[in-house]
Each structure stands twice: as C-alpha cells, then as structure tokens.
C-alpha cells in the first residue's frame, strides 16, 4: 500500500515536467548552502532529544548524552522501515539501555508526534494569508489533520489530567472485555502507557513541550531557507514554513520507507503555486529531501555500529512492541 502511494504522488509531481531540465538544475546548485543548513538541522535534533527527555523525566531521569544516540537511531530507522518503525526502535534501544517500559516511551513518543502535528498546522495557518489559493488537497488534509491531532490532543490531556478516573476506565473495560489470559498483560500495559503520559498533567509541561516543538520545527525550516540559497529562486521564510508544514502532514501517509513522494509531490506544488518554475522547485525539492534523509541516516548507522545493535533488534523491537 505505502509504495503505491509513494508512486501515485511521485507520478503527480513529475508529470509534465522536463526531467532532463530537472536534472540540469540540480547539477548548477550550489551545494555549499546544504552544509550551515544541515548544522542547523541537528541542533533541532538536539532539541529533539531534549524534548524527549523532559518528556522521559517524570518516569525517568535519563542523561542527555545517553538519548542522543538513541534519537538518531530512530530517525534513521524512520528514514529505512515504513510505518514510522524507527520510533518502536527508538523505545526498544531506550529499554534496552536504561530499563524504561517500552509502553511509557512509546506514549512520550506519541505525545511528541501530536504536537509535531500541531505546529505543523500552526505554520500552515500562519501562512495561509499569502497563498495565491487554497487547491482542494491541502484543504483536504488541513480538516483531516486538525481533527486527528486537536482530537489525540484532547483525549491525551483529558487522561493526564483525570488518571483515577481513566485507570478506573481502562480497568474496567479490560476485565470485562478482553480474554482473561490477556488482562493482566494489558493492565501492566495501560499502567505504564499512562505513566508516559503523567508529562501532560500540567500547563507549564504541555507549554514547554509546545514551544520546543516550535523550535524544533523552525530550525527546520531554516534548513529549508539554506538549501534554497543553493537554487536560482526566492521565496519568503513564511512560504517555507508552509512548505514544511503541508510536506510533513502528508508524509503521515502510508508511503514507501524515507517518505518518497509523499515528502516531494505536495512540496513540489507548493512552491509552483507561488511562482517558482516547476523544474526548479523539483530540482531544489529533491535535494532538500536528500538533504534531510542521508546526514541523519549515515549518523544513524554508525551510532547503531557503536552500540552493537544488529538488524535483528530491529525485528526484535518491533516484536517487542508491547512489553
């Protein structure tokens, strides 16, 4: 299903288009301006990290230097598995070192994906103001997409802040439905789940994991910005926000591993909406793509070298997936 959807965007956003014309753009860009934008780029994984462990403190407190690998695995398994597996890997290697339920870090992992989303919106709706207009798909996925996240928002807050109330619930529902051989796993599960949850409980966390959301998100975006300058076009920072927004709201679809297509088609039309030449847009869109898959991939695999994680673990973790 993921590859047919990776083709049915890559299709969409290459048809039409001279590749040869493509290709030579490519060729006349200036790399040079990947480089501050890939250094901008992981200090938002270092915002990452210290996200996920602000979000970890309350079940654990965990050394920023122990995550940071761990973070990088992920991502890089994100960028080879489809489904988004690398977070699974990422719970998997945290149990794995630190002896945290894969349950809890999984419900932390959620929590940050939620708010990703969220400000994924933010930017959208900042800079809808200046679009030449609104096409029907992104529409589309703007409603599909608050209804998802305001909606996962919303019953993970309320759970966080009424636990006595949701363990009662879950319990019951538990013992009442699931076969008894089942229900004491599931208990042990649903406990652990809502204590990677216990970071939402008050308004100072849910605000501090919002604004390094925002600069996560933002130094992102400069990323863009930088990879731009690399290219014979301009747009504003407020185009890219955009851009970032609307490309990483469709690569929540299922798609082939590293996103193809869902990354590019949507980031390709966006910047042909406001005036770039499409040949252009798709040269700069696919090396930005490139840019963000294959500097954290490569770190990835030696972290993994490092930590002597074989392949298997891959499939162990997500075997695992419900300790």
């Known amino acids: 299903m993921g590859a047919v959807v990776s083709i049915l965007f890559l299709v969409t956003a290459l048809r039409g288009l001279d590749l040869g014309k493509v ?50 695995i992920g991502y890089m398994g994100n960028n080879i598995y489809p489904f988004r597996a690398g977070e699974v890997v990422r719970a998997y290697v945290l149990r794995k070192k630190t002896g945290v339920s894969m349950s809890a870090s999984i419900a932390t992992i959620l929590v940050e994906r939620i708010f990703d989303g969220l400000v994924m919106l933010l930017f959208v709706f900042i800079a809808l103001p200046i679009m030449p207009g609104l096409p029907n798909w992104l529409r589309q996925t703007i409603i599909f997409a608050s209804v998802a996240f305001f909606g996962a928002l919303i019953a993970f807050l309320v759970i966080a802040a009424l636990p006595d109330t949701s363990r ?133 695999f030696w972290y993994m070298a490092h930590e002597s994680l074989g392949w298997g673990d891959f499939s162990k973790a997500v075997a695992e997936a419900g300790d």
Do not use: C
């Not at 979000?55 to 973070?71: A, D, N, Q, Y």
């Not at 308004?203 to 994991?209: D, E, F, K, P």
């Not at 919002?210 to 990323?223: G, R």
């Open 23 to 72: 290709w030579l753009d490519m060729q006349a860009a200036n790399y040079w301006w990947i480089l501050p934008g890939v250094v901008a780029y992981f200090i938002g994984v270092g915002a990452r990290t210290w996200r996920w462990h602000y979000l970890l403190r309350s079940v654990k407190p965990i050394p920023l230097r122990t995550m940071w690998p761990i973070v990088v």
């Open 168 to 300: 009662a619930l879950y319990h019951w529902l538990i013992t009442t439905f699931a076969p008894h051989r089942l229900q004491e796993k599931l208990l042990v599960l649903a406990d652990r789940f809502m204590e990677g949850l216990s970071s939402l409980n008050s308004l100072s966390n849910v605000l501090m994991i919002f604004a390094t959301s925002m600069v996560v998100w933002l130094l992102e975006t400069v990323k863009y910005w930088f990879v731009m300058h690399a290219f014979n076009f301009e747009v504003s920072f407020f185009v890219l926000m955009l851009m970032n927004g609307v490309v990483n709201l469709a690569t929540t679809l299922p798609s082939a591993p590293g996103y193809i297509g869902t990354f590019d088609g949507p980031g390709i039309k966006i910047l042909s909406l406001f005036g770039v030449n499409p040949t252009v847009a798709a040269a700069y869109t696919l090396v930005l793509h490139a840019a963000l898959w294959l500097p954290i991939t490569l770190l990835g």
